[in-house]
């Protein structure tokens, strides 16, 4: 698939990024993370996006 296949990847990487900035907001406490069910599967779906990418990346080098 070629460059423009990775620069999808590395966008949607730059976008999960963001949204995860988005879903703790300035508040980086753990404690009130690890007790927040829907934030923490908010956050571990954009992570699995995120590996996902850089799977499909490193397979097209």
């Excluded at 999808?8 to 999960?16: A, E, F, N, R, V």
């Excluded at 900035?21 to 908010?42: C, V």
């Excluded at 571990?44 to 397979?59: D, P, Q, S």
């Amino acid at each position: 698939m070629g460059h423009r296949s990775i620069q999808k990847y590395l966008y949607d990487i730059q976008q999960s990024i963001l949204s995860i900035e988005e879903y703790l907001g300035e508040k980086r406490d753990f404690i009130a993370y690890e007790q927040n069910k829907l934030l923490r599967r908010a956050v571990e779906r954009e992570l699995e996006i995120i590996g996902e990418a850089m799977a499909l990346t490193l397979h097209e080098l």
